[in-house]
């Protein structure tokens, strides 16, 4: 069964910089996984902030530069830096698994 | 305006059944994979079931496989959720969502406000 992990929570000073991971139970995360990271404020519809393309993780149109991704190590990333207090919300990790399959990791609540 | 609007939610008892509906506007539909994410009150995403543009190929959890219907009506611009067997665990607000892709790789682009599926006796 796999299962993609995130900090079920994170905080960050106002101004500061935080990086959020996201992870998988059978190994390493890549661009093959297709990853992108989502952004739930409360009582909002979920936005896809980063997504990934066969060579990059970029943002999505309107999305300030102050977040970007990357892969670090076997794990996918989601840096914020310079958080400002609208950035507190819930944010998701999406993979795909394959065999047409996509798994949502359990979320990070961050707290500015 | 572009957007995704989803009706048929509603409170079932288990066991039940519900057809959920999404329809689409401003968008050119038989362009995009379609598909359902779920959220359960105070939880996280879950996606649920994705479909082909032409319908050719449907995948869904294995939580819902068997229960669980996706289909599409390109000419109306409509997607559709059949949920049989409905259990507690599958009380969620069901959105609808649209994916985009460059090549072969996929992204969420646009979401529905949602709908409400309460299964309980």
């Known amino acids: 069964q796999t299962v993609v992990t995130q900090e079920p929570s994170f905080s960050v000073s106002p101004g500061g910089t935080v990086t959020l991971t996201c992870g998988l139970s059978?190994?390493?995360?890549?661009?093959?996984?297709?990853p992108s990271w989502l952004q739930q404020t409360p009582g909002q519809t979920p936005r896809t902030l980063i997504y990934?393309?066969?060579?990059?993780?970029t943002r999505s149109s309107g999305v300030p530069d102050r977040f970007s991704g990357s892969i670090l190590g076997n794990k996918l990333a989601l840096t914020i830096t310079g958080a400002q207090a609208d950035d507190e919300c819930e944010y998701y990790c999406?993979?795909?698994?394959?065999?047409?399959?996509?798994?949502f990791g359990g979320g990070t609540k961050l707290t500015v | 305006e572009v957007q995704l609007v989803e009706s048929g939610g509603g409170l079932v008892q288990p066991g039940g059944s519900l057809r959920l509906s999404c329809g689409a506007s401003?968008?050119?539909?038989?362009?995009?994979?379609m598909g359902w994410v779920r959220q359960a009150p105070g939880k996280g995403l879950e996606w649920v079931a994705n479909?082909?543009?032409?319908?050719?190929?449907?995948y869904y959890v294995d939580s819902v496989k068997g229960r669980f219907t996706i289909s599409r009506d390109n000419a109306q611009s409509s997607q559709y959720l059949q949920m049989a067997s409905l259990r507690v665990e599958d009380t969620a607000v069901y959105y609808c969502?649209?994916?985009?892709?460059?090549?072969?790789?996929?992204?969420?682009?646009?979401w529905g406000r949602g709908t409400l599926v309460t299964v309980s006796s």
């Open positions: 969502v649209q994916w985009g892709h460059i090549d072969n790789w996929h992204r969420l682009d646009l």
């Open positions: 401003g968008l050119t539909f038989n362009n995009h994979w």
């Open positions: 479909i082909k543009q032409d319908g050719s190929a449907k």
């Open positions: 059978s190994g390493s995360v890549s661009i093959n996984h297709q």
């Open positions: 990934s393309t066969n060579t990059r993780l």
């Open positions: 999406l993979l795909y698994i394959g065999s047409g399959i996509w798994m």
